[in-house]
């Protein structure tokens, strides 16, 4: 416990004095620092990851007890006071009107496009309709953002990007990857949010040059891009609930 207290505080006071003031040497502060966590140390660690994730997709809202409830469904063995603990260690409080972490900023002066899409996802071929969307996944140096690019025939992914910012280069780098790859036929349309990063100006004139049509979801209206959100739910399901990254490239090598 003296070394944890010392370990947080040490950003606001020097380390000789924590030690001191502890009792302890700093060469032991530094064994224990740099010791091979436990078991349980892991095993936290997994649980920790999946509970930022769940708390990030619940926009906040969800408190120990339903938690432990959504982890259980997930098939991560964590108790109710465990999975409590955690969440009060690291801060996170269910809050009611709090913004959650966004991928979708709407709030822009960029022109919207028409739903042409209009939640109807089937195709008769590969490379007819597109469409693209931004997740996130937690890491232990913090957020890493995703963006993708899935074919809504085959319904696979067919160009990716991940970065540490949420900028319209992240979705612009993701698309030219899928453009790269596939040598879509003009017409094809390809169906995004409302994002500033898809209807930045940049995006639009990859867009045009490659006599793609543009398709955007009506404001809050997250069916309108469900096949997207349903790959993503897998990816998350397969790969990051079973993981605690330590880096972001950590989970970029996982994904890739």
């Known amino acids: 416990m003296k070394f944890a207290f010392i370990d947080t505080e040490k950003a606001h006071m020097s380390l000789s004095r924590l030690c001191a003031f502890a009792g302890v040497s700093i060469s032991g502060y530094y064994a224990w620092k740099h010791r091979l966590p436990s078991r349980r140390q892991l095993d936290d660690m997994i649980i920790l990851a999946h509970i930022r994730n769940q708390f990030a997709l619940s926009r906040e809202t969800y408190g120990s007890p339903r938690m432990h409830v959504e982890l259980n469904e997930e098939g991560i063995r964590a108790g ?21 972490k966004r991928t979708t900023d709407s709030n822009h002066g960029e022109p919207v496009a028409p739903n042409l899409l209009d939640q109807d996802f089937t195709c008769d071929g590969p490379d007819q309709k597109w469409g693209v969307d931004i997740s996130y996944i937690w890491t232990a140096e913090g957020w890493l953002y995703l963006a993708i690019v899935v074919d809504l025939y085959s319904r696979r992914i067919i160009g990716w990007e991940a970065r540490d910012r949420m900028k319209k280069d992240l979705a612009i780098c993701a698309l030219k990857k899928a453009i790269a790859i596939r040598y879509p036929k003009p017409g094809l349309i390809q169906h995004s949010d409302r994002g500033s990063q898809y209807a930045s100006y ?39 609930w079973r993981a605690a990254f330590q880096t972001r490239n950590d989970a970029i090598k996982a994904i890739g």
Do not use: W
């Open 202 to 240: 940049e995006y639009r004139k990859i867009l045009k040059s490659h006599s793609m049509l543009p398709s955007m979801s009506g404001k809050g209206n997250c069916y309108d891009n469900a096949m997207v959100e349903t790959v993503f739910k897998t990816i998350k399901s397969e790969l990051i």
């Open 80 to 100: 109710r006071h465990r999975t409590a603990r955690l969440m009060r260690e690291n801060g996170l409080k269910a809050r009611q009107k709090t913004r959650f």
